[in-house]
C-alpha cells in the first residue's frame, strides 16, 4: 500500500499562523515596553522620593508650638551693635547706627553691623538676664555708649537707652534709631510729627499687633532731630538704604547733616530717626503696645532707678548661681565673669528662613522647609548664625543661668531635623545672616554630620536637673523631644559607621584634595591632622568616643520617659568596653588611643606658575595617626573612659602635662609641639587653626574629666587632682588678662604668648570660662 503523504498547509493558512504568531510577539513586545515604561517612572518617581527625603520634616507635630511672651522681644539680633526684635516670622526690628558728621566719607565710617574691621576697642553685653533687661558699653574711640533696655513686668512696653559720654565738647555725634520690617509685605511703617520736638513711629501688620515707638532726650547741647520714612528689601541692606537719605547743609559757617523729612511713594517699611549734638547726652527709645501717643511718655529718673534694682538683682542671682565670691574671686574677676555669661545670653538671635540643602540623591541645591531657630551664636562680629556642635557647649552655661531658656533653644533645633534624622551643621536663615557668609560655606550636605554635643547638654540636663525637668510642662516637652533624640542618635549610627564592626568614620572628607592634610570640618576640628589619604577604611576616635557618649545618654533618656532602653544599654555596654576600644583605636608604639587610616606624613604642595601639585613624598600605609598628638587623641580620656587605674591614662596624664607636648601656661594646646603638621599651613592661603592653638571648649572638656578622676581610686588620683588645679587657674588667669588687656574673649588663645587669636569677640563656648571658675562641670 502506498503510504499516505502528509498534508501540507495551504498559504492562507501558514499566513493566519504567522499573523497569530506576530501578535503573540507584539503582544509580548508591547508588554515589555509597558514594564519598561513602568519601571521607568516607578524609578522617576523613587529618585523624586529620595531627592524630597532631605527637605522633608521630621514631624508636622513641632516641638515650638508656643513660648513664653516675656520672650517676644529681645536682643535677638546679635550680628549689630545693639537691636531687638520680635519672636515672628516676619519680625519687627529695632537698630542702632552712629557717626561723627565731621568724618563721614563713606558708609564704612556709619557704626551698625559688628565687624572687626571696625576695630572698636570694647563692645559686649557686660550684664544680660536674656529676659527683662540688658546693659552694654561700646568703646569707640574718643567716645563711649551705653546701651541698655528695660522690660515692664506686664510686657506691653520696653525702653531702651543710649548714653554717650566721653565725647569731645566741640566734636558732633549722630544716632540714627530705626524701626523696621524686612520688606513692605511684612508690615508698614509711619512716622508722625507730635507737637514737641520728637517724632513718633507707629507699626502695622497682620503678624504684629499695633505698636507706637516714641523718644526722649536729655540731651543738654543743642539737640537737631530730623526723620525719615522709606522702603528697602532685606535688614542687609538697611545701613545703605538709610545712609542715602542722609543730607548735608552747609550756610558757610555751620555743617548739618540731616534726613531727608521725606516718605517713598505709598507704605513704608523703614521708620529712622537721627539725633545729632555736641558731647555727651542720652536718648531714649519707648515701645509700646498702646498706640495713644498721651500714654508713652518717658521718665529718665524713673527708667534709671529701675535699671540700677535690675543691675543689683542681677548681681545676686550670679552670686547664687555660681558662687564665685564665696570662691575667692575678687569684683574685677567676677565682673568679668558676668560680661562672658552676658554676652553669650545677649547674643541669643531669633531667625526665620531655610537653608540651602543638598543630598546625594540631589543634583543641585535645593531650600529646606521654612523655620524658625532660636539659638545663642559663637561671636556676634563673625559667626552671628548658629551652629550645631557649638550649641551643646553653649548650652552648658544656658541651662545653668536659665534652665527654660536653654530647653526652648534645644527644642528649636530639633524642630529642624528632616525625616531622616539630619540636622543642618550651619544655619544660616535670614538676609542678614546670609550676608555674613562666603558661598562656598552656604549649602549644607546631609551625609555630613558634626559633632553630637547635644548628648553632652543632655546628659548634664539629666544629671543636674532630673527634678526640675518632672515639672509638667517641661516633662511633656522632654517626651515630645525623645523620639526626635531617638531618629538623631539613629541617623548616626547609619551614616557614620566604618567598615569595621564598632567603628566610626567621618563623612565629608576629600580625597582629591589639594591639601597637605584634607580637613575633616564635619569633625569640628577642621584642620586637626588624620589620615593623609582618606578612604572608607579609616577609624575617628573622636566619633568614636560621641557615640559612647550618645548611647549613654540615650539609655537615661529612654529611663527617664519610662521608655525601654534595652537596645541602647547593649550599644552603651559594647562602646565602653575598654577592650572593645583598646582593638579599635589603641596603638601600642605610643600606648595611645588614636585614629586609623591609611597615612604618611611625608605631603608636601608644589607651587606651579598655574596649578598646584600634591607631592606625597613616602608611600602611605594602613595605621594609627600617632605621630600628631592632640585633642583627638583625648577623647577616650575626655568621655572618662579609660579605667582609673591603667597605664593609659598614666599616659595621658604625662603627655597632657609635658610643655614639649600639650602643656602651657596658658592651657593645653591643640596639637602637641612634636607633631610635623604643629602650627603648619595646610595651604598656602589656609593658616593653622587646630594645630597648637589653645581652645576653651576642649579645656572645659579636659578639666571635666580631671576633676573626675582626681576622685576615683587608683594610683593616678592625686596626679590628676595636681594637674587639675593648675591648669584650671592657667586657663582662668590668661582669659582674665587678655580679657583685661583687650577688652574681649578670643576664638582661641596662642600657646606661646597667651593672646588672644581667632575672631572676637568669641563668647560663645569662650564663655565656658564662668563654669571653669565655678567648678560646674
Request: charged share 20%; hydrophobic share 35%.
Amino acid at each position: 500500500m502506498k503510504p499516505k503523504s502528509k498534508k501540507l498547509p495551504s498559504r492562507r493558512v501558514k499566513i493566519a499562523a504567522e499573523n497569530e504568531n506576530g501578535t503573540e510577539w507584539r503582544k509580548i513586545g508591547f508588554s515589555a515596553v509597558v514594564l519598561v515604561l513602568m519601571s521607568v517612572v516607578i524609578a522617576f518617581i523613587y529618585q523624586g522620593y529620595l531627592e524630597t527625603r532631605v527637605i522633608t520634616p521630621f514631624s508636622s507635630d513641632k516641638l515650638v508650638s508656643g513660648y513664653d511672651q516675656s520672650l517676644h522681644w529681645g536682643t535677638y539680633r546679635p550680628g549689630v551693635y545693639f537691636g531687638l526684635k520680635t519672636r515672628e516670622s516676619r519680625p519687627l526690628s529695632v537698630g542702632l547706627m552712629w557717626f561723627h558728621p565731621d568724618k563721614l566719607r563713606s558708609l564704612t565710617d556709619i557704626r551698625h553691623n559688628c565687624e572687626i574691621s571696625d576695630n572698636l576697642d570694647q563692645y559686649g553685653w557686660l550684664l544680660h538676664d536674656g529676659r527683662t533687661f540688658g546693659y552694654q558699653e561700646i568703646k569707640d574711640n574718643p567716645i563711649l555708649l551705653k546701651t541698655s533696655f528695660l522690660r515692664s513686668k506686664d510686657n506691653n512696653n520696653w525702653i531702651s537707652k543710649i548714653d554717650i559720654s566721653k565725647v569731645n565738647t566741640h566734636r558732633k555725634i549722630s544716632l540714627i534709631m530705626y524701626v523696621a520690617f524686612d520688606s513692605i509685605e511684612d508690615g508698614s511703617v509711619t512716622i508722625q510729627s507730635q507737637a514737641s520736638k520728637f517724632p513718633e513711629i507707629q507699626t502695622t501688620s497682620f503678624y504684629t499687633p499695633s505698636t507706637s515707638f516714641s523718644f526722649h532726650s536729655t540731651t543738654v547741647n543743642k539737640l537737631d532731630v530730623s526723620y525719615v520714612c522709606l522702603e528697602t528689601h532685606g535688614m542687609h541692606k538697611i545701613k545703605e538704604a538709610i545712609a542715602t537719605k542722609i543730607a548735608v547743609k552747609n550756610d558757610g559757617q555751620n555743617i548739618r547733616y540731616y534726613l531727608l523729612n521725606q516718605a517713598a511713594e505709598g507704605n513704608c517699611s523703614i521708620g529712622a530717626v537721627m539725633f545729632t549734638f555736641k558731647g555727651s547726652g542720652s536718648i531714649f527709645m519707648k515701645m509700646s503696645k498702646n498706640i495713644d501717643s498721651t500714654k508713652n511718655s518717658i521718665n529718665p529718673e524713673l527708667y534709671d532707678t529701675q535699671l540700677k534694682e535690675s543691675i543689683n538683682m542681677f548681681a545676686d542671682r550670679f552670686e547664687s548661681t555660681f558662687s564665685l565670691n564665696a570662691k575667692g574671686f575678687n569684683q574685677t574677676e567676677i565682673k568679668f565673669a558676668q560680661a562672658a555669661m552676658s554676652n553669650l545670653i545677649g547674643g541669643i538671635g531669633y531667625f526665620y528662613g531655610a537653608s540651602k540643602v543638598k543630598s546625594e540623591h540631589n543634583k543641585d541645591p535645593v531650600s529646606y522647609w521654612k523655620a524658625p531657630l532660636y539659638t545663642a551664636v559663637p561671636s556676634r562680629s563673625f559667626f552671628p548664625r548658629g551652629f550645631l556642635w557649638d550649641e551643646g557647649f553653649h548650652g552648658l552655661l544656658i541651662s545653668t543661668w536659665d534652665l527654660d531658656i536653654s530647653l526652648d533653644i534645644l527644642m528649636h533645633w530639633f524642630d529642624l531635623m528632616n525625616t531622616e534624622g539630619w540636622i543642618p551643621r550651619e544655619q544660616i536663615l535670614d538676609s542678614e545672616a546670609l550676608s555674613k557668609v562666603p558661598d562656598e560655606f552656604v549649602v549644607q550636605n546631609s551625609v555630613n554630620a558634626n559633632p553630637p554635643t547635644f548628648f553632652l547638654l543632655l546628659k548634664y540636663l539629666l544629671k543636674t536637673y532630673r527634678t526640675e525637668l518632672l515639672e509638667q510642662k517641661r516633662y511633656t516637652r522632654m517626651v515630645k523631644l525623645y523620639p526626635r533624640i531617638q531618629t538623631w542618635y539613629q541617623w548616626f549610627n547609619r551614616t557614620q559607621l566604618g567598615t569595621m564592626n564598632g567603628s566610626y568614620r567621618w563623612r565629608g572628607r576629600n580625597p582629591e584634595t589639594l591639601e597637605i592634610n584634607p580637613k575633616t570640618l564635619t569633625s569640628g576640628l577642621d584642620d586637626f591632622p588624620r589620615a593623609s589619604h582618606p578612604d572608607d577604611q579609616e577609624r575617628h576616635v573622636d566619633l568614636y568616643c560621641w557615640m559612647q557618649l550618645a548611647s549613654h545618654v540615650m539609655v537615661e533618656f529612654a529611663d527617664f520617659v519610662e521608655k525601654n532602653n534595652d537596645h541602647y544599654k547593649d550599644t552603651y555596654d559594647r562602646l565602653t568596653n575598654i577592650q572593645f576600644l583598646d582593638e579599635l583605636h589603641l596603638s601600642d608604639k605610643t600606648n595611645s588611643y588614636a585614629d586609623y587610616g591609611l597615612h604618611t606624613d611625608k605631603v608636601a604642595l608644589r607651587y606651579l606658575d598655574d596649578r598646584v601639585v600634591r607631592e606625597v613624598k613616602e608611600k602611605p600605609e594602613y595605621n594609627y595617626i600617632y605621630s600628631s598628638y592632640g585633642y583627638v587623641n583625648l577623647f577616650p580620656f575626655l568621655m572618662e573612659l579609660i579605667p582609673a587605674d591603667s597605664t593609659q591614662l598614666l599616659t595621658v596624664l604625662t603627655n597632657i602635662r609635658d610643655s614639649n607636648i600639650l602643656w602651657t601656661e596658658f592651657g593645653i594646646r591643640s596639637l602637641s609641639k612634636t607633631s610635623p603638621f604643629y602650627m603648619k599651613s595646610n595651604t598656602k592661603d589656609d593658616p593653622p587653626y587646630w594645630r597648637g592653638q589653645i581652645w576653651i571648649n576642649i579645656n572645659y572638656m579636659i578639666l571635666s574629666a580631671l576633676k573626675t578622676y582626681s576622685h576615683r581610686q587608683g594610683p593616678y588620683q592625686k596626679q590628676a587632682a595636681e594637674i587639675y588645679s593648675e591648669l584650671r587657674q592657667n586657663v582662668i588667669r590668661n582669659m582674665f588678662n587678655q580679657y583685661q588687656a583687650t577688652g574681649y574673649l578670643w576664638e582661641n588663645y596662642n600657646d606661646k604668648t597667651g593672646k588672644g587669636r581667632g575672631c572676637y569677640p568669641f563668647t560663645g563656648w569662650s564663655a565656658l570660662v564662668v563654669l571653669i571658675m565655678a567648678e560646674i562641670y
